[in-house]
């Protein structure tokens, strides 16, 4: 009987010594994952901050490659001029924070719309929604460029050149930031078409007695829309803001074609060209490497700036989005 219960007892501390072991191994697997993902995603940021702030002299015959024995802000100096980033600056902030706006104000409006009103084109409607969402912008490429080119609101500026009042049948809106806030405050500016799809889907998952109580109160359907049911999709709105902030301030393609060389991530794309074709015989090797580090970090900072102070509310947006919707 005594030999039996010391057996257990053997057997009982073998199992949670098997268990300890296991759960150190897992703890030690979990970490070296973690640590493999930070490398991955923090490398970049490293590289760029190492190699901005070295001195290309001294790069060239440092033995220790990622940590730079004498730092310096030539490099940074360098891109600031060549990016006229100050000016790209304003501008693309402008752009970003103006587009963002009109884009929670006009595709909440429209998810509203679509998830609370009955009409007959209601369907069809919501097709031209998930089209803007397939179809890719170089798609209308040419019709948007000629539509920017000669901008006439309902026909005003025609009417109005024919009647002698104006010189011109439209206004050229090329090169102008009106070229990204007139499409967002329309709901038809970039991934408008998916934000509206996220505010929809948050809508129709919201308890419609909230509308039917703010009704009996005596409110009407823009009023109910502002008092109540605005204050309740804090979650949607914070989403799509922070997309439409990355999406804005990243975008290359529409930003080269509508405002060409007034944006940072333009100015980014063009300053390896800038070296090449013009100052080339100027600067080495390292020296373009350095003002290219150094432009790539300039142009992520502020992003990596609000991703720090706004982490918490876009992990919390996500999933709760992601519930509802």
């Known amino acids: ?29 979990r970490t070296l994952f973690i640590i493999g993902l930070c490398y991955i995603f923090l490398f970049p940021v490293y590289y760029f901050i190492v190699t901005a702030i070295q ?49 929670m104000i006009s595709c909440s409006m429209a998810g509203y719309g679509f998830a609370r009103f009955e009409f007959r084109e209601k369907k069809i409607a919501f097709f031209f929604v998930i089209m803007i969402i397939v179809v890719p912008p170089q798609t209308v490429m040419i019709p948007t460029v000629l539509n920017f080119l000669s901008f006439d609101f309902l026909g005003i500026m025609r009417l109005t050149y024919r009647l002698g009042i104006t010189e011109s049948a439209g206004i050229n809106l090329l090169n102008t930031r009106w070229t990204f806030i007139l499409p967002s405050i329309f709901a038809s500016g970039i991934r408008a078409g998916l934000f509206i799809f996220i505010f929809r889907q948050f809508f129709t998952n919201m308890p419609k007695e909230l509308e039917e109580a703010a009704r009996i109160d005596g409110c009407g359907a823009i009023k109910t829309f502002i008092r109540v049911i605005v204050p309740l999709t804090g979650p949607a709105f914070i989403t799509v803001m922070l ?41 080495g090797m390292m020296e373009m490497r350095g003002a290219l580090a150094a432009g790539s970090l300039l142009t992520i900072s502020p992003i990596l700036i609000l991703y720090v102070f706004l982490q918490r509310y876009f992990t919390e947006s996500i999933e709760r989005a992601g519930i509802v919707g």
């Open 1 to 29: 009987m005594i030999m039996n219960r010391a057996n257990y007892l053997t057997a009982d501390k073998v199992k949670i010594a098997g268990t300890r072991t296991a759960g150190w191994g897992i703890k030690i697997l």
């Open 55 to 103: 001195d290309p002299l001294t790069a060239r015959t440092n033995v220790v490659v990622w940590i730079p024995s004498h730092l310096t802000l030539d490099n940074i100096r360098l891109a600031l001029e060549l990016m006229e980033y100050r000016a790209t600056l304003v501008q693309t902030l402008s752009i970003t924070l103006f587009s963002t706006l009109g884009l």
């Open 243 to 283: 997309f439409s902030i990355v999406w804005h301030w990243n975008d290359t393609y529409l930003a080269s074609l509508f405002v060409r060389d007034q944006t940072v991530s333009v100015q980014l794309d063009r300053l390896f060209l800038t070296f090449e074709n013009n100052i080339a015989h100027r600067f």
